[in-house]
């Protein structure tokens, strides 16, 4: 592998150490001489400001590399935040407990459905040998249907036994960990359903529940609500301040959890079927289906997910900022997406990774850090973050060279874009086809 090669496939570490670098030499200095930005509190804040958009960043990269878009992340955010804050401070039966104990047990019953069914069909498949199709795999009554449909009314009961004890006195840390993902989970799912089963855009449907899901959030807090305040230890259970502490003193509760789906997700596409299956649909739909790869269900989980990371990081944003809100997730969607393409996830699908997704998101966060620390207006700050993420997506899209041709800065040659390559495999097309022209030799 040459040097360039080498340089091209890890530009986007590059970019990070880069970004840091700009930071550590150009960080102010407190009374005492040290390096605001180097100091570990700084650092640490950068963690646990980014661990948000992360953990729908993470979520966001798998529907984007099935060639999707997930706009509703933010509302999701926003409505599982309401409810999250809702069971906290609110005893007894209120909106928040009608939309997310039903919503639980749904969720339990469908997933415990769906996982028996999944077991069984892997010990049918495995049994079958290697050379039987999927397609081919049948199950009897009783492991396809009985079975799955008993163990998940079982999971069903189980999650109403531990949650209706808690209506009255108020939810714990557990129970609110429990439901808000569930909420998300169920909105991404019926995203997923109306994409695959209308054959939508996934972006025409998204906005849709984007606007949904804001309209049901408003509706949850209610008129006179725009702000539900959560005050561990007053009107909240006190053992809902360990979702902002930091954990052995090193590490904050939220950067704990990007971490986990960073590393958990990221396994998941690596090394799992589903995950080769993810990348097959993002390259070629119509070809991963005629392989006999169930694309429409797992474009569903993947919006799914994307739904569950969403609810778990309206908790962590409660946890965070002490309240919860109908419009606490505006925008965030725009940043989760800027924070997949910037760690080079492709827009058109089958390209990405969550490697890249992680330096995509610690690039922004310590870009908004280097800039807040210079007290840069908040507005030039958009203009800047914008500019940033177009420049990086034609580094990473290769496409830099050919925009600088079009404006005729310098030879498309010089760049090796995507219209030099064409050009020059235009020019290489004639003297290669010329031997198979002559076989036949030349007439005179």
């Known amino acids: 592998m040459t040097a360039l090669k080498l ?53 966001m990269t798998a529907v984007i590399i099935t060639g999707g878009i997930d706009l509703s992340v933010g509302s999701l955010m926003a409505i599982c935040s309401v409810v999250c804050a809702m069971l906290l401070t609110v005893p007894g039966v209120t909106p928040g ?84 993902p569930c909420v998300g989970l169920l909105f991404g799912a019926v995203n997923g359903f109306i ?39 007053s009107n909240a259970t006190a053992d809902f301040e360990m979702l902002r502490s930091l954990v052995f003193g090193v590490i904050p509760m939220p950067g704990l959890f990007f971490l986990g789906a960073i590393l958990i997700y990221g396994a998941v596409l690596r090394f799992t079927p589903f995950g080769r299956y993810v990348y097959a649909i993002g390259g070629n739909e119509e070809a991963a289906r005629l392989s006999g790869i169930a694309a429409g269900r797992v474009k569903i989980a993947t919006y799914a997910v994307s739904g569950l990371l969403a609810g778990i990081a309206a908790v962590l944003y409660v946890a965070q900022y002490r309240q919860g809100k109908p419009d606490a997730g505006a925008g965030l969607e725009l940043d989760a997406i800027a924070a997949v393409v910037i760690g080079g996830t492709s827009l058109m699908g089958g390209r990405g990774s969550l490697t890249g997704t992680f330096c995509g998101v610690l690039i922004f966060g310590l870009l908004s850090n280097i800039l807040q620390l210079h007290n840069i207006n908040s507005n030039l700050q958009l203009v800047l973050k914008g500019m940033i993420i177009i420049g990086t997506v034609l580094v990473q899209e290769r496409n830099a060279g050919d925009l600088l041709a079009y404006l005729r800065l310098v030879p498309a040659s010089v760049w090796g874009g995507q219209a030099a390559r064409k050009e020059t495999a235009a020019v290489k097309r004639p003297s290669q086809e010329t031997p198979s022209l002559n076989l036949g030799g030349n007439k005179k």
Do not use: H
Not at 136 to 149: E, F, K, Q, Y
Not at 207 to 219: E, K, P
């Open 7 to 59: 340089l091209s496939r890890t530009k986007l570490y590059w970019g990070l150490i880069a970004i840091f670098l700009i930071g550590v030499l150009g960080s102010p200095v407190s009374s005492k001489g040290n390096n605001i930005f180097l100091s570990y509190g700084n650092l640490l804040d950068v963690l646990r400001q980014v661990s948000t958009t992360g953990l729908i960043a993470t979520g």
């Open 97 to 180: 407990v009608v939309l997310g104990v039903p919503t639980v047990a749904l969720v339990a019953l469908c997933l415990g459905f769906v996982i028996t069914r999944f077991i069984f069909l892997n010990l049918e498949k495995s049994r079958a040998g290697p050379d039987a199709a999927a397609r081919d795999v049948r199950l009897d009554s009783a492991r396809g249907l009985i079975t799955p449909a008993i163990v998940g009314v079982v999971l069903c009961c189980l999650s109403l036994w531990y949650l209706l004890p808690q209506i009255e006195p108020k939810f714990g840390v557990l129970g609110v960990l429990l439901v808000a």
């Open 195 to 233: 994409i695959v089963g209308g054959r939508l855009q996934p972006f025409i449907v998204t906005l849709a529940m984007m606007v949904t899901a804001l309209g049901i959030a408003r509706l949850t807090a209610g008129q006179n609500n725009a702000v539900l305040p959560v005050y561990t230890g």
